[in-house]
Nanobody, 124 residues
Framework: QVQLVETGGGSVQPGGSLRLSCAPT????????MAWFRQAPEKEREGIAV???????KYADSVKGRFTISRDYAKNTLYLQMSNLKPEDTAIYYC??????????????????WGQGTQVTVSS
């Protein structure tokens, strides 16, 4: 069963913006540490943003200053606002969650719950 559902992907030109959304099938996931990962063709999956249950965020250097991770508790939705997109941002983006601790980890092995992914393509 899908536990997290990502939406909002698409194709944009360099410099454009997109907002990804992650809706849990079980809203108790909103008490967990949550993160965004991405996987580009021929590359390993990488963590790009994480937020713990105190809403404290951390970002990978590759997206710092351009991407913002946030939660909307009224809508039970996790967001990734992406601005100034670059061709190297092209990837499948995944939402992830884990209940074990509040460490701001971006290691794939530290997340037990995953969405199906949404494609983001940045090209001219």
């Amino acid at each position: 069963q899908v536990q997290l559902v990502e939406t909002g992907g698409g194709s944009v030109q360099p410099g454009g913006s997109l907002r990804l959304s992650c809706a849990p099938t079980d809203f108790t996931y909103f008490t967990y540490r949550m993160a965004w990962f991405r996987q580009a063709p021929e590359k390993e999956r990488e963590g790009i943003a994480v937020i713990n249950r105190y809403d404290y965020p951390k970002y990978a250097d590759s997206v710092k200053g351009r991407f913002t991770i946030s939660r909307d508790y009224a809508k039970n939705t996790l967001y990734l606002q992406m601005s100034n997109l670059k061709p190297e941002d092209t990837a499948i983006y995944y939402c992830a969650a884990d209940q074990r601790d509040n460490i701001l980890t971006m290691s794939e092995a530290d997340y037990n719950y995953w969405g199906q992914g949404t494609q983001v393509t940045v090209s001219s």
